[in-house]
């Protein structure tokens, strides 16, 4: 099953510069709750942000990495080279996409679900999430804390 987790400013920003704008503990607490001992997979961008700022992959989680740079290489990480191939393919386990901007535009159509924190602000940035189809998807769970909203949304089945 493919799912995507991402924080997104009220005006659909999620990254300005390779990083995020804000600093929310609640959502990295949030994102580690979701994404702990499972299998992430982000671009290479994505995942170099991860080890500028942590200086080390993100500890208790298998890692994908989509790159089309033939010399890309982490101990532990596997590439994925072709992405459409692999969203395509039935996951038994959980894939939580996690970024960025491209990779969630091409997973969005294979999600079954949305682990969307709307943040109740807007920032200044470069990178946005696509556009929701809200007849493919509903709101299962909102969670309030501050200007935080922790939302989960699942794809609607068609008879």
């Excluded at 996951?91 to 970024?99: R, T």
């Amino acid at each position: 099953m493919i799912s995507i987790v991402v924080a997104r400013a009220k005006n659909g920003i999620i990254g300005n510069n390779n990083s995020m704008p804000w600093y929310y503990p609640e959502d990295l607490k949030h994102f580690r709750k979701i994404t702990l001992d499972g299998t992430v997979l982000m671009g290479r961008k994505t995942f170099d942000s991860i080890l500028q700022r942590n200086g080390q992959p993100l500890p208790r989680r298998q890692h994908l990495v989509v790159t089309r740079n033939p010399d890309f290489n982490y101990p532990g990480v596997e590439v994925i080279r072709d992405l459409k191939a692999f969203l395509e393919k039935e996951h038994q386990e959980e894939i939580f996409v996690i970024g960025g901007g491209e990779i969630y535009h091409q997973a969005l159509p294979y999600a079954s679900k949305l682990y969307i924190t709307e943040i109740d602000r807007e920032y200044d940035g470069d990178i946005s999430f696509p556009e929701i189809d809200a007849k493919q998807f509903q709101l299962v769970e909102k969670n309030i804390k501050n200007e935080l909203a922790f939302c989960l949304y699942e794809r609607i089945e068609k008879c």
